[in-house]
């Protein structure tokens, strides 16, 4: 099959490489090369940058009326929703996550445009109850410029939408730069940015690598927010490129999320609960609920029915919607699962299930689900992100011990909690130290609630009502309202 040949989106133009330099994107699938684009280098990023910063000073732009905004935003949500059976293949070949996911996941993205496009025309600033005579205040938020957003190959689109829809609705400039192992479906995205009517660029999409192209672009000293998605040592170096220009900057890491079984749950429910938040998106996702913390008097009953369903998973193509999960996106990322699990077994963790490749084609990139039993939460494997299809599971007595081990971990994006007992929920809520909590359900999302973690895991929210107002600027304005002169400051009265 010959490549696809993709470019990059600077200014409302497709344009290579200045180098001419390129890579190709792997399909997980089966190993091979089906896509091509630029590796962008300091200069490309540059003219990036600098034509968001114009298209941010241009009256096109910088004068067009909130509302306007509001509809261009609902205009692209439409494109999406017009495109999204494109876009689900393309994300697909990309990264191996399966077709029936990405359908579903990018048949919800125009919610978020929706969301956002109405939350544009209602930034109001608020009158001050001054203590001063004869003086009057008002606030404004106002947007901070160019925004550089980061984007992971685990869910390109959706980590794409919680970032450009809030900070176009503010009224800044933005630049993607998309993982150089899932590019394709931000780089389409543009056609339909443009088909909306956005000025020339306001959006713009510059592939590379991130230890030049996204280090050239996050300490750029035209940026003035960085919207970044990923893991801590690229976190860590997007914190020191930022002291380059000063950035705002919000982070969304990693987690090692627990998913509390109590005595009193409904099993079914929560064994279903458990498959999609760890082998769903063959475990490569944010949230995925790694730690699977049980209560003794359930716990053999619950991993009794985890290991009848995880058996019956259908492993296979993505493309094929009888597939119930995918490759890994990555090579080296199937490699650290296997280190990983290798390293738990060494450590005296259980294998209950799976631990090994899965032999679907001869080159993809597949692996079992697997669930491994530990008995410390001290254990590697119950410490350490593994972004991979591994539940490790380990027993509790009471709910002072479950809240004891959800919180021993350098993490806290999210938690799942699985009981019927409604006082029992209200306390563990509160307690667990997480971002995101959810209770007899898991991964479920929606433009209207925040996404963040504690700890580790990163700080700054995505999506929910205030998102916008993270990417705007508070002004305060003071009118003095007297007929009478100022008075001399020197002297008191």
């Known amino acids: 099959m010959a490549l696809r040949h993709y470019q990059m989106f600077i200014n409302g133009q497709w344009v290579d490489a200045l180098s001419g330099d390129r890579f190709d994107s792997l399909n997980p699938a089966n190993a091979k090369p089906w896509a091509s684009f630029p590796h962008a280098q300091d200069a490309d990023v540059n003219a990036a940058v600098q034509a968001a910063h114009n298209a941010f000073e241009n009256p096109a732009w910088r004068n067009l009326h909130a509302t306007a905004r509001g509809k261009l935003l609902r205009k692209l949500g439409d494109l999406i929703a017009a495109n999204k059976e494109q876009l689900a293949q393309l994300e697909t070949n990309d990264n191996g996550k399966l077709i ?11 919610e978020f445009f929706y ?3 109405g939350q544009a025309d209602k930034l109001e600033g608020q009158t001050l109850p001054l203590d001063k005579a004869d003086m009057f205040a008002y606030t404004r938020h106002e947007p901070l ?3 550089a957003a980061i984007i992971p190959w685990n869910s390109p689109m959706y980590l794409t ?5 809030p900070a176009l609705a503010a009224g800044n400039t933005v630049v993607l730069k998309p993982s150089e192992h899932a590019s394709a479906t931000i780089v389409e995205l543009m056609h339909l940015v443009k088909q909306a009517g956005f000025p020339e660029g306001v959006v713009n999409v510059v592939t590379g690598f991130g230890a030049d192209t996204g280090a050239a672009l996050t300490k750029h000293p035209l940026v003035r927010r960085i919207a970044f998605t ?3 040592q690229g976190a860590r170096a997007v914190v020191k490129n930022s002291a380059e220009n000063l950035a ?3 982070l969304e890491l990693g987690g090692k999320s627990p998913n509390i079984i109590f005595e009193d749950a409904d099993i079914g429910s929560a064994v279903n609960g458990v498959i999609a938040g760890i082998f769903a998106a063959s475990g490569q996702s944010c949230v995925a609920g790694s730690r699977l913390l049980v209560q003794d008097g359930v716990y053999d009953e619950f991993l009794a029915a985890l290991k009848t369903r995880v058996a019956s998973i259908i492993i296979g193509d993505p493309m094929d919607p009888n597939s119930e999960m995918g490759p890994m996106a990555t090579q080296s990322q199937l490699a650290l699962v296997e280190r990983m699990v290798a ?9 209950v299930h799976g631990g090994e490749r899965a032999c679907i084609t001869s080159d993809g990139w597949y692996y079992h689900p697997t669930i491994l039993a530990v008995e410390s939460n001290q254990c590697s494997i119950m410490q350490e992100e593994v972004f991979g299809p591994v539940a490790s599971i380990i027993r509790f007595q009471d709910e002072s011990e479950a809240l004891a081990l959800a919180n021993d971990s350098e993490f806290g994006l999210a938690a799942g909690i699985w009981t019927r007992d409604n006082g029992r929920v209200h306390r563990m809520s509160k307690a667990v130290q997480a971002g995101i909590i959810w209770v007899n359900t898991y991964r479920a999302v929606s433009p209207m609630g925040a996404i963040g973690g504690f700890k ?3 700080y700054g929210r995505e999506s929910g009502i205030d998102a916008v107002k993270d990417y705007t600027q508070l002004k305060t304005v003071w009118i003095n309202t007297s007929n009478e002169p100022m008075s001399d400051p020197f002297i008191m009265r």
């Not at 939408?161 to 829809?165: C, E, G, P, S, Y």
């Not at 738990?344 to 294998?351: D, F, H, Q, S, T």
């Open 100 to 110: 029936r996911e990405t359908m579903g996941q990018i048949g919800y993205m125009p």
């Open 115 to 117: 969301y956002y496009a």
């Open 145 to 147: 410029g160019v925004v």
């Open 161 to 165: 939408a919680v970032k450009l829809a």
């Open 230 to 232: 990923g893991g801590a």
């Open 248 to 250: 705002q900057l919000s």
């Open 343 to 351: 390293s738990a077994l060494a450590e005296g963790a259980e294998l």
């Open 456 to 458: 580790a895991s990163g």
